[in-house]
Nanobody
């Protein structure tokens, strides 16, 4: 079965940086795109970023564009989320997500329903 394990969350001051990692197992990692979502207290889970199977295309929520970078290392079965210039409103539990199959339309990467596999989440707290 597919397993996703996030790491790298923590407490950071506004303006700081963190790098999240997500280690995947259970299927051929390089065949599938990957995504990051987040959920803040009292809010619904929202899309943050996604990357295609090859790593050649990436997608971002407007709120993180220019500050966050998603990348992957297919040799290590790992996807990363580099978060710079963090703001208090970035405080949330961050989830790594894997789709059930290949995603061929760029717009579908933004949709939570495309993802069947989820990590346990890692807490990111940004203090002001």
């Amino acid at each position: 079965q597919v397993q996703l394990v996030e790491s790298g969350g923590g407490l950071v001051q506004a303006g700081g940086a963190l790098r999240l990692s997500c280690a995947a197992s259970g299927r051929t990692f390089s065949n599938y795109g990957m995504g990051w979502f987040r959920q803040a207290p009292g809010k619904e889970r929202e899309f943050v970023a996604a990357i295609t199977w090859s790593g050649l295309s990436t997608y971002y929520a407007d709120s993180v564009k220019g500050r966050f970078t998603i990348s992957r290392d297919n040799a290590k079965n790992t996807v990363y989320l580099q978060m710079n210039s963090l703001k208090p409103e970035d405080t949330a539990v961050y989830y790594c997500a894997g789709p059930r199959g290949r995603i061929y339309s760029s717009t579908r990467y933004y949709l939570e329903g495309e993802y069947d596999y989820w990590g346990q989440g890692t807490q990111v707290t940004v203090s002001s």
